[in-house]
């Protein structure tokens, strides 16, 4: 019985290596069909010889029309229910897909076949262009007119009509073909990466190792050793880069500072640094700059949804989160606003989610390796709101975190300055967290407790619940006892409202050194700093903070010793007026629009002065 099947396969093929016209042609086929079909034996062999054959036929011909390859399509499609289609008949597949995504085959012959390999496939890595195919039907959907009202239509019915999907493989199947499309958005960049491995590369499983070294930021010519300076030590960290891998995609993400010049470590007498120094950082950014062409944003913008659709999905997202916590996409893509604005509806479903195996996946999978949680909270590549996520994650997280001190001491070394400006404007969370950190013990350093204490007290609702904590702690109204802190740092986007706020929580008559560096702050709060009589060191890097305040500072604060100006925009109407503070000794002006006359002025009229930055200025 085998070997007449087998002789009539041979008689087909041999008729249709030799095509004479393509209406004989066509009859062959739809004849071989009918006869693999209607073959008492039913293998793999008799099944799969039409596909080859009309396979091979169909890359050996390549100036057939549009038509007769959708009829040579249509005569195979009975084939296609129970078989996959072999690798060149996925070529031919997607060929049409790209070229005709409204044609009725994609619907009708097409739709069944992929959700075939969907249910069914265990490996795409052994079948590679399997889903590729399904990655250009699900594109050529979204071409139609109803667009990605049709992809989530076959989503649905890809999971079934029930709150559980019936077929295990399809959720792992459908985020391999989301992320090898997302991964392919971002492939010219990736191969524009230097000692990088090509896309092809990547799917073939060659994983080279990167050993490029980040440029360190720049430093100070003339460093100040009594700066509260810990941010090159920080800067230096967050250049790590971190590895991670799914069964299918190897990622590099790396973390780059920005190119700001900064400050020399100093250890002073201190045998550690402080988490207050440790707070004095610039917010990390990507130095990359995205931009997709037309074709590659909209495969980004459909992938993305899909990804969102499998989310709102609560059988499925448990495995979604899971599948996603290793962070699979390339540094391109977390470094691509768009992207990670848009996947923010996954995190921030992942983060709603009351299940602990699903909110956990927030973390990342090994200490020291960020997770989603690092990544969109404030400072992470991906942040691009004041906190708010940051806030809910943290509050699901500390919900069911079973390692609850563990956690906190992560979030006071990591994540204390967006802890405290959240708890300054009132966020509930974030007040409870820091109540916390000091009911717990979890900070050491004196002045980073009283300025907790300050932030608790700057709110009705975190002056509660710090009076409730004090009754359980005598020992926290013994330290307040002792009057406020010397040292004092706000957080990054900090505005004049929030220090105001401060400021007026306590005594701040023994603070001696502040910093506001890369916070929001601007001219306005001058009229705050004025009534910190102890103060003599002043960091105002990277803020808005002008020549009114510069004015109104050296009318008042004449004792001041160190001055930080770098990259704010004062000119010589206001650093002019710094001639009168006779007790600077060290002063920056890196990035300002300093002249030459001004600082040579500045020289004769400070006696006291030994150190100075004036790079990229006109003086320099």
Aim: hydrophobic share 40%; proline share 6%; aromatic share 6%.
């Amino acid at each position: 019985m085998a070997s007449v099947a087998q002789k009539k396969i041979y008689k087909y093929k041999k008729v249709l290596s030799n095509p004479s016209r393509w209406e004989v042609v066509l009859k062959e086929i739809r004849t071989l069909v009918d006869m693999a079909l209607t073959s008492p034996l039913q293998d793999d062999s008799i099944n799969q010889a039409p596909l080859e054959i009309v396979s091979k036929l169909l890359s050996e011909n390549t100036n057939l029309t549009t038509q007769e390859h959708e009829n040579i399509i249509v005569a195979i499609a009975p084939l296609l229910e129970n078989n996959h289609p072999p690798p060149d008949l996925c070529e031919f597949f997607c060929k049409h897909c790209r070229e005709r995504p409204r044609s009725m085959v994609v619907i009708e012959v097409f739709t069944p076949v992929v959700q075939r390999i969907l249910k069914h496939n265990m490996d795409f890595g052994k079948c590679p262009r399997l889903r590729l195919f399904t990655q250009e039907y699900i594109l050529a959907l979204n071409e139609l007119n109803a667009g990605m009202e049709v992809v989530k239509k076959f989503i649905q019915s890809m999971h079934g009509p029930t709150g559980h999907c019936p077929h295990p493989r399809v959720l792992p199947n459908l985020v391999a073909v989301c992320l090898a499309a997302i991964y392919s958005c971002y492939e010219e960049f990736i191969n524009s990466r230097d000692n990088s491995p090509s896309l092809k590369e990547i799917r073939n499983g060659c994983q080279q190792p990167c050993d490029r070294k980040p440029t360190l930021p720049l430093r100070l010519l003339h460093p100040s050793p009594d700066l509260v300076s810990q941010e090159a030590t920080l800067s230096e960290a967050r250049l790590k880069s971190v590895v991670v891998a799914s069964s299918e995609i190897h990622v590099e993400v790396e973390r780059t500072s920005t190119a700001k010049p900064a400050l020399t470590a100093s250890a002073g007498n201190d045998s550690e640094p402080n988490l207050i120094d440790c707070l004095m950082v610039s917010p990390a950014c990507s130095t990359m700059s995205i931009e997709l062409g037309p074709q590659a944003d909209r495969t980004l913008g459909c992938y993305v949804e899909i990804l969102k659709l499998l989310s709102d999905y609560d059988d499925w997202r448990p495995s979604l989160a899971s599948l996603l916590q290793p962070i699979p996409f390339p540094k391109e893509a977390l470094a691509h606003e768009k992207f990670t604005k848009e996947l923010k509806y996954v995190i921030q479903r992942f983060a709603e989610d009351p299940r602990q195996e699903v909110h956990s996946c927030l973390l990342s999978v090994r200490a020291g390796k960020d997770g989603w949680f690092q990544l969109y909270s404030p400072g992470g590549v991906a942040c691009d709101d004041d906190g708010e996520l940051f806030a809910s994650m943290v509050h699901i997280l500390m919900g069911s975190c079973y390692k609850t001190k563990k956690f906190l001491l992560s979030l006071a070394e990591n994540k204390l300055g967006p802890c405290m400006l959240l708890a300054l404007r009132g966020n509930q969370t974030m007040v409870e967290i820091l109540c916390l950190m000091l009911e717990y013990n979890i900070i050491d350093n004196n002045d980073t407790q009283l300025q907790i204490i300050s932030t608790l007290e700057s709110t009705d609702v975190g002056k509660r619940m710090y009076e409730q904590l004090c009754d359980r702690q005598r020992e926290l109204k013994e330290l307040q006892r002792k009057g406020g802190p010397t040292r004092l740092t706000l957080p990054s986007k900090s505005t004049d409202a929030d220090l105001a706020r401060l400021l007026s929580s306590g005594s701040f008559g023994n603070l001696e050194n502040l910093s506001l560096a890369f916070t929001n702050v601007t001219s306005a709060c001058a009229e705050h700093l004025i009534k910190l009589p102890s103060l003599k060191q002043l960091n105002l890097w990277s803020t808005q903070f002008g020549d009114a305040g510069l004015r109104l500072l050296s009318e008042h604060l004449t004792m001041l010793q160190v001055l930080n100006l770098c990259e704010t925009p004062v000119t010589d109407a206001g650093l002019l007026a710094l001639s009168s503070m006779k007790s600077l000794c060290s002063l920056n002006m890196n990035s300002t629009k300093l002249s030459a006359d001004t600082y040579e002025d500045l020289k004769a009229k400070l006696p006291n002065l030994k150190e100075v930055d004036v790079r990229y200025t006109e003086a320099w």
